[in-house]
């Protein structure tokens, strides 16, 4: 496996491969210029480039103080399994050392976060913009809409 380079802030990605990658991961995926805005407006950013090529990313908002939320933790499905995921996830984390970190890993993930060190939380609550959605792929348990 080549090495791979982390890279913090958003200077010269390619948002179009954020968001391929988005896609191809099943997770959530807007237009190329909404992930630019939202890494943008992040206060940590990673991203993992292997044989100069991106690979992998993630980001957390924060007070900076004691709350931060991770997000958009992906890895190109060629590219998982190669220790990647995790290298984000402690770039991300060490950018954090004073907080409390929430995240909502995608159905069936949740057993790779453990392994970093996540609990699963027993008090978490959403309001998703598509509840329907998000109940039907595995996130929230079954409600009224």
């Given at each position: 496996?080549a ?7 958003c ?13 191809r ?12 805005r ?23 908002i924060?007070?900076?103080?004691y ?9 190109l ?11 984000v ?30 609990r699963k ?6 309001l ?18």
């Amino acid at each position: 496996m080549a090495e791979v380079e982390v890279k913090y802030g958003c200077a010269g990605v390619d948002w179009a491969r954020v968001a391929e990658t988005l896609k191809r991961v099943g997770m959530a995926c807007h237009e190329p210029e909404a992930h630019r805005r939202a890494f943008e407006a992040s206060h940590t950013t990673v991203f993992v480039y292997q044989g100069g090529q991106l690979v992998g990313f993630g980001r957390a908002i924060s007070d900076g103080v004691y709350q931060a939320a991770v997000y958009d933790v992906a890895v190109l499905p060629e590219s998982q399994g190669k220790g990647i995921g995790k290298t984000v996830v402690q770039h991300v984390l060490a950018r954090l050392t004073s907080c409390n970190v929430i995240l909502y890993a995608s159905p069936g993930k949740e057993d790779f976060y453990r392994t970093l060190g996540f609990r699963k939380m027993m008090t978490g609550m959403a309001l998703f913009q598509n509840a329907a959605s998000m109940e039907e792929k595995g996130f929230t348990e079954p409600g009224h809409f």
